[in-house]
């Protein structure tokens, strides 16, 4: 069977109760990853793309090392707009490196659940990067719902694409690291990602509108843009 065809459900080593230095590995790498391989850049184009009010909220899901945010912020201080992220992550060393190293006036780093977004309110935008790999498809559909009635204007959910080539070209960068976690994870990573037919089943069994893109460097995103918010 074609391990690509569908998604793999075994858990990256990373949604267990790992030792901090291991966490700590392992969102190094993925700041490497989301610098040179199309993470930031995929989260800025579309902002880049549809503009933004010059004051506008934005909440991120599962922020991970917290990289993403802080270049969405930088981006709209060199655009002299107004941001303010709230970064969320139920990992307690992510949320404690994230403040450490990524600290910014405009972002707000908590430890919370991203499906328990009553208690946070509505943002502009909500985006997401690298996160939805995680999650079983029924919990992926849930969420999808629950984004759409909290984002004002929009979403982008970004991800990895489920490919041979990606796979491959993963597990050799990771290989670099020569650790154990990293390597396990970053086959995982892409085992378990996306093709556009999975999004498209995600937008039919959740009825929530969006696009369906790829991007450069084996990325795959749903986004959606509203000219004028609900």
Same mark, same amino acid.
């Given at each position: 069977m074609d391990p690509f065809s569908s998604r793999s459900t075994q858990s990256e080593m990373l949604d267990t109760d790992l030792p901090a230095k291991d966490v700590l590995d392992s969102l190094n790498f993925m700041i490497f990853v989301n610098t040179f391989f199309g993470g930031k850049r995929t989260v800025l184009n579309y902002f880049e793309k =549809?503009?933004?009010p010059?004051?506008?909220s934005v909440l991120d899901l599962g922020s991970g090392a917290g990289d993403i945010p802080f270049a969405l912020a930088r981006w709209a201080a060199k655009r002299k707009k107004e941001v303010q992220i709230t970064a969320i992550d139920l990992n307690p060393h992510c949320q404690a490196y994230a403040k450490t190293r990524f600290a910014c006036p405009q972002i707000k780093f908590i430890r919370h659940s991203a499906f328990d977004l009553d208690t946070l309110g509505h943002f502009?935008?909500?985006?997401?990067?690298?996160?939805? =790999?995680?999650?079983?498809d029924e919990e992926i559909v849930r969420l999808l719902d629950i984004v759409r009635r909290h984002s004002r204007r929009g979403f982008l959910i970004s991800d990895l694409y489920r490919c041979r080539r990606n796979y491959w070209g993963a597990l050799l960068l990771a290989g670099l690291t020569f650790k154990k976690v990293i390597i396990n994870d970053a086959a995982l990573s892409v085992l378990r990602a996306?093709?556009?037919?999975?999004?498209?089943?995600?937008?039919?069994n959740s009825k929530v509108s969006f696009e369906i893109q790829r991007h450069p460097l084996f990325r795959v995103v749903m986004s959606r843009h509203d000219l004028r918010p609900d």
């Open positions: =549809h503009g933004t010059e004051k506008f502009d935008y909500i985006i997401s990067s690298m996160f939805f =790999h995680h999650l079983p996306f093709k556009e037919k999975d999004f498209m089943n995600y937008r039919k």
